[in-house]
Structures are given as C-alpha cells and as structure tokens.
C-alpha cells in the first residue's frame, strides 16, 4: 500500500511540474479559447455537437486566414460532464490562459456552470457567453458587464413562440380565447419561463394550462390525459433529454396532432425527435440557426478541416445538425468580438477585458453575415452596452421524420414588453450584491 | 525512532484526558496549522484555492457529519446532500427573513434547521435498521430536492431555485477574495473538527459507539437508546448543513436544489468509506482522494496522451483508471486510508527497525 502512496505522489508532482511548465513557457501572437467541455454523461450528446462544431469552425480560421489578422486561435478541453463543481474546477485551471496565449471568453454551454462561475467571470474580467441560454436578466449589460446570453434569452424564447402562434392564428388579436398548454420540465430551467406565460396570458386573452412534468420525464400519460380533455390548440413542449421523445409518442397515443405541438430551444435537436419515430412527424421547434450544410461557412469547414481528416466529430455524420450548427455559430460570434475588438486595441493577442469590448460592439447585418457565410444560419444581430442578447429571433422548423425543414422566417420575440421585466431582476440582482450599474450613455 | 512515546507520561487528569497525548502529534499539528493560515493562503493561488482548497475543507466537513452518523453511531444514511441543502437554504432564507444577521450565525443558524429536519428523518431509526434505514434517508434526499424546486419561497422567490451567496462580510472585514474565501472556511471547519473530536471520545461518542456495535446490548447496560440515535442524528445533520452552507457560499457562490442531488450524497459515503468510517482523520484523508485523484487525472491525460487519443475516449477512460484505481484499493485496504495511516504511525514508531 506504501507504493500505492508513492506512485500516488509521484503522478501529483509530476503533475504540478507540468502545469507549472505549461504555465511558464511562452508562445505569444496566439488567443486561446478555454473550453469547458463535456463529452462524456448523459448530455454528451450536445457536447461534442456543440464543442466539434465550434472547434472546427476555430481550426478553419486558423487554416483558411491563419488566424485573427494573423493571431492564431488556440484551445484546449477541460471536462465537465455538465457537472457544476467540475466547471469550476475548469474555469479556474483555465482562465490564465494557456501558453502565455491569454483566454478571450468561456463558454459552458451548461446553465448551472454558468451561474457558478457568474460573479468570478466578472471579477476576473473575462467574457461569460451563454448563447441561447442562461440568466435572462443579464441581458442588462449594464449590471452584468462580463455577461453575453447571446441572441436568444429564455424570455424571448417563449414571447417569439407567443408571436408565431399569433402569426399562425392571424394576428395577435386573434389569441383572445384560445387555449395553450405548456408542458414543462420540473426543473428550475422548466419553470424559469412560467411568470413571462402568464404575464402574456393576460395580455393577449388567451388561456393558459401549465403542466409539469417530473424529471426525468420518461412517463407522461397524465398529463397528456389532461391535454386531451382540455384540447388546447397548442401544446408548448420545454423538455430536455428523454422528455421530449416521451412526450412525441404519447402525444401520438392520446390522438394530439405532433404539428400542433412546438418544440423550444432544448427539444429541437436531430436528438429530441429522431427517437419517436413516425410520432414526430409534423413536429414543430423552433431554433436560433437552421440545420443543415448548404451554407457557405459549413462547406468552407467540410473543405478545410473535414476532408483534411481534421474535424472533431467522432461521428461525421453530425456534420450539420443542431448542436453542430450551434457550435459553427458561437465560434463565428466569438472569432468576430475578437476581430473587432483587434480593430480597437492592435491586431496582437488581447485581454478578457478587451474582448468584452467586441463582444458588446458585436454587429451582424445581413452584409457582413454574406462576408463570413453565414447568411441564413446567423441571425442579424447588434449588441449594446445595455443589450447583451442582441437578436432575439427565431425560426420554425418542422420535422419530416428524417430531417428538420425550415418553415418560417425570423420571427422576433416582443423585447420591449420583456425589457422591464429583465430590468427589474437585474436591479433587483445589483441591490443584493451591491452593484452599481454601469450608465450606458457614457460606455464608447 | 521519530514516533516515541517513551518518557512521555501523564501527571494529571487534564494531560490524560488530551486528544493528541504526544508532543509529536500536537507539534505536527500546529505546524500543520501554521502553514494553513499562516503560509498557504500568502502562497496560493486561485487555482488553489478555489478548485481544490476550498472544496477539499467543505467536503472533509460533509465527510465528518456522516461519519459521526455512520461511521460512529452506525445508522446508515443516503441522505447527507439533502441536509446539505437544507442548511444552505435555510441559511440564505434566513439572512433575508432576518436582514443584518451575521454570516458566520447564518451558518450556525442553517446547521440548526438542518439538525432539525435530521431528527424528523432520524425518527424511523428507532425502528428500522441498516438497509431499511438507509431508504427511509434516501426519501429525505428526494423529499427535500423536490420540495426546494417546488416551491420558490425558499428560494426567496427566484422561479428557477437558484440561491447566490450574500456579501462574505464577517465583522466589517470581506471575505470574497478566493484566499478570505478559503481562511473562512478553514475557520469555521477547524472548530467543528475538534469540537467532533472531543465528542467522539465523551460520554455521548461512547454511547454511539454502543449503539454501533450492537444496539441491544447497549440498551441492557442503560443507554437511552432513543436519545443517543436522535442526537447523532441531530449533530450530523448540523455539521452537514453547515457544510453546505459553506458548499452554497464560500466554494461555488451560487447553487440550485439539484446541486444537492443523490450522486452527492454517495460522493459523500464515498468519502467515508474510502477514508474510513470511524475516523475524525479518515475524513480528510478521504475528501482529498475524491478531490484530488480525479485532477490530477485528468491533467495528466490532458498532458500526457492529448493527441494520442479522442478527447471523449480519454474522459471514459480516465474514468476507468478512477474506478479501477478506487476498488484495487478497498481490496488491499477496505478499513481505509486512516487504517492505512495508522500502519505507517507503527512503523514509524520502530524505524530502523523491521515492523
């Protein structure tokens, strides 16, 4: 046993040794991404979709421009299993940078690491990008500054279903007297949207029928039963995981038709559908960025970095699904808060702080999302001191049992009606921690 | 040679009745002491602190209550995470029920709750045991995870049950630096770790013990066998909330009820069983395998074999090494690191010569 504590103390200071020599040595001209990845647990899946996609889109920088204005972008993985203490264990072995090569932003792409890691973002000066998710409130820029959930936050989520719904009905007038039901994960990400619901319900006259479904969410009879009795004309789904397949195929044997039944953010993968087989024929969700690999970026990627045997899939096949195109799009966001952010402080490696500057001075117009090929894929968005989500669009995809279809334009979500309600919270944040928030008018 | 107790003898009852009765331990210990406030934290760095100090102290602490449960008294539990919880909600409720409360009795004051809500759950150990018991703390854990997420009071209305830590002000002074976060924990940990000490070898430590070995036996020689179960009950679930008000507080600064969910509570009979039930010592040596190994894993693949293989297929593997790592061990040693410590103490006691 005496060995076994040798062979232990040995392995940890050969350890220490070689952080502390990868800490030391230096590189120079390079901007490393820290990634807290995960590839292994039960969200694996969005994992490597999402990681593959993202580290492939950096190596086809790297390979197609030889960087940012020729700063090499570097990376390197640390797991996190979707696990809250290995995040921060993470972002603390990280956050110095690698190599002498200094971190330009995290992104977890995990909710609960997210918040963990909130307030020591902010005081190590370093980006947090939560794209697609994570606090609502720290859209205000102003009270969370190192804090981006970009282009959709979960409010806008279930206002632009609000708004698609209307579209469907003809006109927003239209929702007085219809009847939506919303069948949510037990979680606190399920319930976080609950109170915009309601707060909608009243607005425009329509009525609402919450149902909660129990983590993991793998038997839901009941409470399609009482979807059948109420017939709503809609069915919201906020599943995550095994939910959402459940909820296609009992909604199949309670008779609800899938195509009346909308899917958000986290039951709209390949994922979430595929496994319910014919039951998810019809299926509606929404998504922040189209499937598929017709567009110009993703070709540039298959050419590059594919067919070079350099991708990061294990799985080719992914090429072009949801977390993958999820990944493609938060590397584009990243590699252009750099870009501008190069275009202000030097073309030359930059700080946590200073990229912050191009995170919040982001701007895609339909122009410059044809420059970097991604036209369709990304939607137009613009930034603000005050405005850390930016676009706040959907589309709607439908499921044709092999494949997503895009079926509607972007349709926006009803920020201003949001902005005081995220206003409040954040306020109500920057009360309890003492922060005084920045004013805006005078940020450059 | 260096481990003598010869020369050493006790001339009064205060000297007998000492925790540590050598020079040599106690001298180890202050200097153990002097580097853990005096040295680390000037020397630290975030790293450090925040990744492995901090929760290193937290979990050694968690590791404690259970141990003064099981290891001492015998009753098992699954539950630890949920009075984990319960202490780290109780104590951020509290600091907004009652507004100017200082930090460190918002934690004496979860500790409280959650001793309270222990002894409701001790309650069937009066009639059940061993397995049985196991399930009913297995229903606290569930009970008390859905009962945070269901309802947001506790949660001072936040819809989604995310609690984030107050400002760590102890008497005008902030702790919210990585190194004032981790002198906080180390204070309120230490205290609990030698108030524990003394317990275990009091009248009540000896009677849980009683009540481990065999608890008919115990009751025919007079001890209240009621009393002795609920206490340990009680006392294990405050050090356990305390520890997750220091888990909620001063390591992650933010959680939400699932934070506190059944893989904790095993990470947490992981821990005593690895470090060994029945030991104040074993704790730490525990909580610093469960912290540790899998970091230095997991650098020294990422070091050592990145290219060689799939990052996916490193992570399941550096899994493998962790399992294999941990049931290679409970085969040469199953009472625990501690046992393995006290073995190394014999021999030290005789070097140079053969054990």
Redo the contacts between chains.
Sequence with gaps: ??N??HT?KG??V??LG??AA?ATAQAGGEQYFPLQ?Y??GPY?AGG?GFFGGFIDYLQYVNIKEGGVNGVKLTW????T?YV??KG??CY??L??GLNGAPAAATNPLSV?IA??T???STADKLPLITINHGRTDSTDGSVFPYVFPLQLNPYSEVSAIINYIGQKSGGLAKLKGKKIAVLYH????G??T??ILELLSKKYGFQLVSLEVPHPGNEQQSQWLTIRQQKPDWVILRGWGVMNPVALKTAQKTGYPADHIIGNIWSNSEEDAAPAGAAAKGFISITTHPSGSQFPVLQGIKKTVLDAGKGNL?DPKRFGTVYYNLGVVNGILNVEAVRLAQAKFGKKPLTGEQVRWGFEHLHFDDKRLKEVGALGLLQPLQLSCADHEGGGAVRFQQWDGQQWKVISPWVQADRKLLRPIIEDSSHKYAK???ITPRDCSKES | MFYQESGQFSTRYRQDGRALRLWQQRAALWALLALAFGLLPFIGNDYWFSAILIPFLVLSLAGLGLNLLTGYAGQLSLGSAAFMAVGAFASYKLQFLLPGLPLLLSFVAGGVVAAAVGVVFGLPSLRIKGFYLLVSTLAAQFFVEWLLTKFAWFSNGNESGVITAPPLLVAGHDFGSPAGRYLLTLSVVLPLFVLAANLVRSSLGRNWMAVRDMDTAAAVIGIPILRTKLLAFAISSFILGVAGSLWAFTYLGTVEPHGFDLSRSFQVLFIIILGGMGSILGNFLGAAFIVLLPIVLSILSGSLLSGVLPAGQLENLQKIIFGVLIILFLIKEPDGLARLWQGWRARARLWPLRF
Aim: proline letters at 4%; a negative charge; charged letters at 35%.
């Design positions: 046993m005496k076994h504590l232990l392995a940890v050969l350890a070689l952080a990868s990845s590839r292994v694996a490597t390197s993985e640390c797991e299993e809250v203490e921060v264990e603390e072995r956050k110095k609960g918040y963990a909130l307030e020591r037990g979680s606190p990400y319930k976080e609950n109170p294990a309890e921690k003492g």
